[in-house]
């Protein structure tokens, strides 16, 4: 796929970066935690001849800003309400990947006659479980140790040791290239900032601390897939 340039919208002040391509009925794609549109972009060339593909990289993520304030999931979900509406876009099908699954529920709780269908792809908000590393970053002096291990130094040994590996077969999935992309980006303060507000906002040191079964329980239904 030939790489779209992405456009900026600012709202309320910060510039929010994101894909708008094709025509058609409008599905918005919503990135998890150290995720960006990125992960969604091969997707528009399958798509966008019959859908209009949107892409936002959330606030705190890509190239989006990382302002001070508020990372929760009501937060996104008011801000994927607001690019939509600069774009004229009415209703929308949602895709939201782990913590944007917990963004799409949320928006769909917010905004429940804007949404037209719903994809869950591990989504955030189902289960307790959660990765270590990220209920890690809800400890005390968790920003201190993510400066380190995000610093210049410690990422270019990382990527030597992979050049190394992969000069002997080793090939890393997609999976696991997403997450290092990811967190390759946390060298500067306010996306480490960001990235620990938005972590903290969903998660403590025993998993997931936000539940959409006490959300949704009562909310009209639309049709849902759960991947």
Do not use: C
């Amino acid at each position: 796929m030939a790489r779209l340039a992405p456009q900026t919208v600012t709202l309320h002040g910060h510039d929010l970066s994101y894909v708008d391509s094709g025509t058609g009925p409008a599905v918005l794609f919503i990135h998890g935690i150290l995720g960006s549109q990125r992960q969604w972009g091969h997707l528009v060339d399958a798509m966008h001849d019959d859908h209009r593909v949107v892409l936002p990289d959330l606030f705190g993520h890509g190239e989006s800003a990382k302002p001070l304030g508020d990372y929760s999931l009501s937060a996104h979900a008011a801000a994927m309400r607001d690019l939509l509406d600069h774009l004229g876009i009415e209703t929308v099908t949602l895709v939201g990947h782990s913590l944007g699954g917990g963004i799409a529920m949320q928006f769909f709780y917010l905004f429940p006659e804007r949404v037209e269908r719903l994809v869950l792809v591990s989504s955030g908000g189902l289960a307790r479980e959660v990765n270590l590393v990220l209920r890690s970053a809800t400890l005390p002096g968790a920003a201190q140790v993510l400066s380190v291990i995000a610093s210049a130094a410690v990422l270019s040994r990382a990527e030597a040791l992979g050049r190394g590996a992969a000069k002997v077969g080793w090939r890393p999935g997609a999976d696991l290239g997403a997450i290092w992309h990811g967190f390759s980006s946390l060298g500067d303060r306010g996306s480490r900032r960001a990235f620990l507000a938005t972590t903290r906002a969903v998660i403590d040191i025993g998993g997931q601390s936000i539940s959409a079964h006490d959300h949704l329980e009562g909310a009209l239904p639309v049709p849902t897939m759960i991947v």
